[in-house]
């Protein structure tokens, strides 16, 4: 079956912009969270949504927000960009339950110049 | 609060030679405990997770791991190292009170394998 599909695979922005990503998970999957990576903070949770609910909350200021749709299709928003916002943005789908593997999309990269 | 330490950054090994990469956890309740493997521009791939079963756990390329509670490690091994191993390696533990998909990272070990 299909991966994980994330969209753009790059991206390149302004500071002040927004920027909305996207994640399509596997077929099946209800749960999708969102993770941060770079050089210097590593990877960190965004949040996770769950049956169009988000069920858990990383540290980040509120200009990163998230929803998901029927279809479990999950999008990522990041308002007034700054530079330090520049990063990998990895999506991870799984069945929900915490027993089950979470399988990473290719993920996103956003350079904010 | 999960947290998890990988101790050392980078780590090179000849073909051919034991891999080793340390990984200590912090929990309060039993942990969850996964290993991924990140190759360059691509997304995590799971390696192996210990979920309370099994404490020696098996996962794909011959990698292995062990879950020692008395010293709140998860040490991923390998017998023989290939150059296709040579990635960034990523320890992570989650628990039902930190939420279901929320993985709390460690830092990374970058794996040179050279010839």
């Known amino acids: 079956k299909a991966g994980v599909t994330q969209t753009p695979r790059y991206l390149i922005k302004t500071r002040g912009q927004q920027v909305t990503l996207s994640c399509s998970p596997i077929?099946?999957?209800?749960?999708v969270s969102w993770y941060q990576q770079t050089p210097g903070q590593g990877l960190q949770f965004l949040f996770e949504y769950f049956s169009e609910t988000q069920r858990n909350k990383g540290n980040f200021p509120g200009r990163f927000s998230g929803r998901q749709f029927s279809n479990s299709r999950s999008e990522m928003n990041v308002s007034t960009l700054e530079l330090g916002d520049s990063a990998l943005y990895l999506c991870a789908s799984s069945a929900g339950t915490l027993n089950t593997e979470a399988f990473f999309g290719q993920g996103t990269r956003l350079t904010v110049v | 609060a999960q947290s998890v330490t990988q101790l050392g950054s980078h780590v090179s090994v000849s073909e051919g030679a034991l891999v080793l990469l340390r990984c200590n956890y912090s929990?309060?309740?039993?942990?969850?405990l996964f290993w991924y493997v990140q190759y360059p521009n691509q997304g995590l791939q799971l390696l192996l997770k210990?979920?309370?079963?099994?404490?020696l756990v098996k996962g794909i390329n011959g990698f292995e791991a062990e879950f020692k509670k008395s010293e709140t490690s998860f040490h991923l091994t390998k017998p023989s190292a290939h150059m296709r191993d040579a990635a960034e390696y990523f320890c992570?533990?989650?628990?039902?009170?930190?939420?279901?998909?929320?993985?709390?990272f460690g830092a990374g070990t970058r794996l040179a394998v050279h010839p």
């Open positions: 210990y979920t309370s079963a099994a404490t």
């Open positions: 077929s099946g999957h209800r749960s």
């Open positions: 929990s309060s309740v039993p942990p969850y």
């Open positions: 992570a533990v989650t628990t039902p009170s930190g939420g279901y998909n929320k993985l709390i």
